[in-house]
């Protein structure tokens, strides 16, 4: 079973598209994650969503745009595409409690190229 | 404000053992996780440190001072496959940021 799965895992488009990555995990987690790792592997958190709240939003422009429909959902969606968004996007879960951060678990990881 | 530092790239033989140091200066402070990422590839969990101290797991062990704000991760009989980005990662509060350093690139050698 897999336990976060992203869609797709490869998307290459044109620059000024608007596109949208999704993301599930199925362990029951309360926080879930987007990250972005650029091309020199730089792992850096851009969102995460906390029983259905945004609880970190770094400076990230607002053409990106996170959705949970629910605690098991966290979809990234995109406004036009630059080319530097050309990068890869790993969604990841993890149970808070109290005051532990507990893991992350990653999904799979989306490999976007804006052309 | 936020600071990781972990050393770029390593170098060691199968067989050996390497240490891959990090060092962090967060606003808080709610834990230190190492992760292991290959090559194209999702990172995984490895180690989790929250108190002073040595944790060992198999081939792997973390170690953490909060007081300098400093942990290393030590592999032993290091195999071929231990080839990857090794990341550190501090949870700063209640798990609301989650700080990834550089990534150290090991590479062992036969």
């Known amino acids: 079973d897999t336990a976060v799965s992203q869609t797709p895992k490869y998307l290459v488009t044109q620059m000024g598209n608007d596109k949208s990555i999704k993301c599930e995990q199925n362990l029951g987690h309360d926080t879930m994650y987007w990250y972005k790792q650029d091309s020199k592997k730089f792992l850096k958190i851009m969102f995460s969503y906390n029983n259905k709240e945004l609880i970190i939003n770094e400076t990230v422009p607002n053409r990106f745009s996170p959705k949970s429909p629910d605690k098991a959902h966290l979809n990234l969606h995109i406004n036009s595409l630059e080319l530097g968004d050309s990068a890869v996007y790993f969604c990841?879960?993890?149970?808070?409690?109290?005051?532990?951060?507990?893991?992350?678990?990653f999904g799979p990881g989306t490999r976007l190229l804006v052309l | 404000g936020q600071n990781i530092d972990q050393p770029t790239e390593m170098t060691a033989t199968e067989g050996a053992i390497v240490q891959i140091n990090c060092t962090y200066q967060t606003s808080g402070f709610n834990g230190l996780f190492w992760y292991q990422q290959h090559a194209g590839e999702a990172p995984t969990f490895l180690s989790y440190n929250v108190l002073d101290g040595l944790e060992e797991k198999g081939r792997f062990s973390s170690f953490l001072s909060r007081s300098k704000g400093y942990s290393y991760l030590l592999l032993k009989e290091l195999q071929m496959k231990d080839s990857a980005s090794y990341l550190c990662a501090v949870s700063d509060n209640y798990g609301q940021n989650f700080v990834f350093g550089p990534g150290t690139r090991l590479s062992v050698l036969p």
């Open positions: 990841a879960s993890s149970q808070t409690s109290g005051s532990i951060q507990e893991t992350q678990y």
